[in-house]
């Protein structure tokens, strides 16, 4: 049974840096393609960041490109997400994915089997 747990969010100042973490458990890491969503208030669950299943590939909504790394680390089976020069836009709850089938990495939250819990991310201005 795989499992996703999330953590990491906070409220932070708007310029601030967080990072939030993803801990796997029942299948490694390096066997996904992994995801971050983030869904803000009243707003449906939109793409962030993907990382390929061989770490090859990272790719990034245009929104957040050049401010958010997405990253794992296999030895502790977790992903990432350092999330520099926040913005009150950023607000949201966050959501690590997991897909087994589409392990080039997917945009599309169908493609995901797998979800966390999420983490609340509260950036004040």
């Known amino acids: 049974q795989v499992q996703l747990v999330e953590s990491g969010g906070g409220l932070v100042q708007a310029g601030d840096s967080l990072r939030v973490s993803c801990k796997a458990s029942g299948r490694a890491v390096s066997s996904f393609s992994m995801a971050w969503f983030r869904q803000p208030p009243g707003k449906l669950r939109q793409f962030v960041a993907v990382l390929s299943a061989s770490g090859g590939r990272a790719d990034y909504e245009d929104s957040v490109k050049g401010r958010f790394t997405i990253s794992r680390d296999n030895a502790e089976n977790t992903l990432y997400l350092q999330m520099n020069s926040l913005k009150p836009e950023d607000t949201a709850v966050y959501y690590c994915?997991?897909?087994?089938?589409?392990?080039?990495?997917?945009?599309?939250?169908?493609?995901?089997?797998?979800w966390g819990q999420g983490t609340q991310v509260t950036v004040s201005s």
């Open positions: 994915a997991a897909s087994t089938t589409h392990l080039s990495g997917s945009f599309y939250r169908g493609h995901y089997n797998y």
